[in-house]
T-cell receptor, first 111, second 113 residues
Framework: SQQGEEDPQALSIQEGENATMNCSYK?????LQWYRQNSGRGLVHLIL?????REKHSGRLRVTLDTSKKSSSLLITASRAADTASYFC???????????FGTGTRLKVLA | DAGVIQSPRHEVTEMGQEVTLRCKPI?????LFWYRQTMMRGLELLIY????????DSGMPEDRFSAKMPNASFSTLKIQPSEPRDSAVYFC???????????FGSGTQLSVL
């Protein structure tokens, strides 16, 4: 079963705008990760946030984590056409040491 | 660093045939994961290994599926006999430990006719 669910399922924005994706999960976790998948390719790691962290930045990416609400958000600022991809959150239900992926958000950035 | 290497890239087979997917993890990584991706079910974790030992295979859908990791640099996922509903993209991923970021291979696109 899916541990995480992303919201929205699909998002279409104009180049230069910000894109926000949300992830909700069900059980306690050690950390949460975000991945990007371009069409027909493997997943690429973007950022990892640990359960004791609330916010993390990496370039144009900003991730927040609210363990009380069991949710995370990924913000991509100043989006580019090259950001067009599917984005997945992945969580490791505590004690299991395995990663379960969410349903993904399909982002389309229009030039 | 060559990354995670999967083969074949594409596999087309007929129902009932045996299919073997191969994965070479990144050197030095001690955790290996097999995932299956379909439009209907998304990314499903099939099995993962730590230090070549299968830790959790609860995601393996049926006895037709089996996975091995005979050494730290090679793993196989076998489907015997294959069925059309097995058609999917199968990904292998490795990590330095069970709690760090995963590195994915390019996947094997499997079509069972």
């Amino acid at each position: 079963s899916q541990q995480g669910e992303e919201d929205p399922q699909a998002l279409s924005i104009q180049e230069g705008e910000n894109a926000t994706m949300n992830c909700s999960y069900k059980t306690s976790i050690n950390n949460l990760q975000w991945y990007r998948q371009n069409s027909g390719r493997g997943l690429v790691h973007l950022i990892l946030i640990r359960s004791n962290e609330r916010e993390k930045h990496s370039g144009r990416l900003r991730v927040t984590l609210d363990t009380s609400k069991k949710s995370s958000s990924l913000l991509i600022t100043a989006s580019r056409a090259a950001d067009t991809a599917s984005y997945f959150c992945a969580t490791d239900p505590s004690g299991t040491y395995k990663y379960i992926f969410g349903t993904g958000t399909r982002l389309k950035v229009l030039a | 660093d060559a990354g995670v290497i999967q083969s074949p890239r594409h596999e087309v087979t007929e129902m009932g045939q045996e299919v073997t997917l191969r994965c070479k993890p990144i050197s030095g990584h001690n955790s290996l994961f097999w995932y299956r991706q379909t439009m209907m079910r998304g990314l499903e974790l099939l099995i993962y290994f730590n230090n070549n030992v299968p830790i959790d295979d609860s995601g393996m859908p049926e006895d037709r599926f089996s996975a091995k990791m005979p050494n730290a640099s090679f793993s196989t996922l076998k489907i015997q006999p294959s069925e059309p509903r097995d058609s999917a993209v199968y990904f292998c991923a490795s990590s330095l430990s069970g709690l760090e970021k995963l590195f994915f291979g390019s996947g094997t696109q499997l079509s069972v006719l």
